[in-house]
């Protein structure tokens, strides 16, 4: 303990030459031996819950506020430090023996894409021979193998699991590490003391501004990464992105549609996966990072034919003349971007599905409508996690943003596995539907518990049923 504390500002109650084993800020987690960081959260606050790591045999408490509770023995010292999250980060970094200092860190972040571009980097590097692992909403694939591994499902994980699993990633030959860094991750300091060598902006949309308390904190809690990392790449198209860099000491490159890393290079070809002007540009963005690592453009430019996306995003089946696509979009400006390629592809009928989380950003809801109502000939809104809220509340916000006067269907339909069959069920050869939301997520979160719950299956299973195919067993 004595070893972690040494170079942090701190006051010590009782002997800290303990022995630490393990970390963590949970009570649930605590082991015999480890270090409890007590902290105030949202909801809950750690120093409620001391008395639990007690019993659980922590070595130690960290606090940034005076505690004292019943149990508590000389044995066992009580740290107080200024601030309880920026201690957590800086001591599990520095019991992992600060692997993110030799590894070379990549951390994109963005309202939409951090996951595509994480993972096209991804497919370059593992391309162009490089050990790497990608961390992010999907889950954490090291050398292109999903790794399971008990960890939260967040898109930028708490410092507690980061760490050990960057030591992990060295221990098993790793060089690179491509992670998202969503901004709550950024907001709570999920990242300090992770040594970050390149930063990507990509854009600034509408999300999570409930969460963070508004607009200008979600745009702040992004703009944190330009002075974390040494060298940032950034979307010159999104004035957002400019103004979070302004200021930046790092070195800047651009990229849009056209160029990579400063460089004019208009004519890349693609492989068909990369559909629709936003993934081209995510594919810019991965080619700009992989240029400043010092890989030629000839070198790269075969492997562009062979990017493929994540899981959940424009995933595509198609039976009898119906083409069905599943994607993560689940902010206004990720649906104007799917709807707008899928417009360019499809001549056809659009029939969109999708609802809106709950105890998410409302914001978005009746934009997510206007958008959907704009591109779709049909549109029927639905479920999407509504968590503790009514999904017809939900549902309602949605539709006050439909402009009903051009025409488009619009029905309601709370169940989501209802709402995907009524649209496979209705769609006529040449139709398209795109089911938006959920993309990879394999459960669907209500005021009654969490059930299981994949777009793809249910899609799957409906385009059988009507083209009348029995399934494989
Ligand atoms: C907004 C946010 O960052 N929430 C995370 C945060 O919650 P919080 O700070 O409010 O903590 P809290 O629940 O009030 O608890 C306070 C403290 O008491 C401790 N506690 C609590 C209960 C207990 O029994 N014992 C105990 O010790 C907690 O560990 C915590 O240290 O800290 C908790 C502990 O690490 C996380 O579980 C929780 O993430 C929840 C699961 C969550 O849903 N997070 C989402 C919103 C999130 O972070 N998403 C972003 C992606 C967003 C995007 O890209 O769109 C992500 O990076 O994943
Ligand atoms: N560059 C982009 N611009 C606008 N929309 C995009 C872009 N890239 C992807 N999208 C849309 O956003 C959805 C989610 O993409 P992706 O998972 O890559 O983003 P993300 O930022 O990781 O999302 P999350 O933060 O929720 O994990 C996609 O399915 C697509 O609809
Ligand atoms: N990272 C995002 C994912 C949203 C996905 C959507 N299906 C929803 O549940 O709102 C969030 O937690 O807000």
């Known amino acids: 303990m004595a070893e972690i504390v040494k170079d942090w500002p701190c006051t010590v109650n009782g002997n800290i030459g303990v022995s630490i084993k393990g970390i963590t800020e949970h009570s649930s987690n605590v082991k015999e031996g ?24 922590a070595a130690a408490i960290v606090t940034d506020r005076y505690a004292y509770c019943a149990g508590q023995r000389e044995e066992v010292p009580f740290v107080l430090v200024p601030d309880s999250r920026r201690f957590l980060s800086y001591a599990c970094a520095k019991m ?28 370059l590097l593992l391309a162009l021979g490089v050990r790497v692992a990608v961390l992010g909403t999907t889950g954490i694939f090291v050398n292109g193998v999903k790794w399971k591994i008990d ?8 410092p507690e699991y980061l760490h050990p699993l960057l030591k992990r990633c060295e221990d098993e030959g790793i060089t690179h590490i491509v992670m998202e860094a969503s901004s709550l991750g950024l907001s709570t300091l ?10 990507v902006f990509l854009n600034l949309g509408i999300d999570h501004y409930e969460e963070h308390g508004g607009k200008l904190a979600y745009f702040m809690a992004k703009k944190k990464l330009s002075t974390m990392a ?8 999104d004035s957002n992105c400019i103004a979070m860099v302004n200021d930046a000491t790092a070195e800047i490159y651009y990229f849009n549609e056209f160029m990579v890393a400063n460089e004019w290079v208009p004519d890349i070809q693609f492989s068909g996966a990369v559909l629709g002007r936003h993934n081209k540009m995510n594919a810019m963005a991965a080619i700009s ?35 069905v696509y599943i994607d993560y979009a689940h902010t206004p ?18 029939i969109t599905v999708f609802g809106c989380g709950g105890d998410r950003d409302r914001g978005k809801r009746p934009k997510m409508g206007q958008i959907a109502g704009k591109y779709s000939s049909s549109v029927i809104i639905t479920s999407d996690n509504p968590r503790s809220e009514d999904p017809l509340d939900i549902m309602d916000e949605i539709q006050l943003g439909i402009d009903s006067a051009r025409g488009v269907q619009i029905e309601m339909e709370p169940d989501r596995k209802e709402a995907i069959r009524k649209a496979i069920f209705q769609a006529r050869e040449g139709d398209v539907i795109l089911i938006a939301g959920k993309g990879h997520e394999e459960t669907q979160q209500t005021a009654f518990g969490i059930t299981s719950f994949s777009d793809y299956r249910v899609a799957m299973d409906a385009l059988l049923d009507k083209n009348k195919i029995q399934p494989i067993e």
């Open 34 to 57: 480890y270090l409890f960081v007590a902290r105030k959260g949202k909801k809950d606050d750690g120093l409620l819950h001391i008395q639990e790591a007690l019993e659980r045999g």
């Open 96 to 123: 992992a023996g600060n692997p993110s200092k030799r590894l070379t860190v990549i951390a994109v972040t963005g309202t939409n894409g951090k996951t595509t571009v994480t993972h096209f980097i991804g497919q």
């Open 151 to 158: 960890v939260p499902e967040m898109t930028t994980l708490p």
């Open 190 to 199: 999920r990242l300090e003391h992770c040594d970050i060598d390149i930063g």
């Open 230 to 237: 040494d060298q940032l790449v950034v979307n010159m198209d």
């Open 289 to 323: 990072v992989v240029r400043l690592m010092g890989y030629s453009l000839s070198e790269l430019l075969p492997f562009c034919q062979t990017l493929v996306l994540p899981a959940g995003r424009l995933q595509r089946m198609e039976i009898g003349g119906i083409a």
């Open 333 to 350: 400006d990720a649906l104007e971007a799917v709807l707008e390629a899928l417009r360019t592809e499809w001549k056809g009928g659009l």
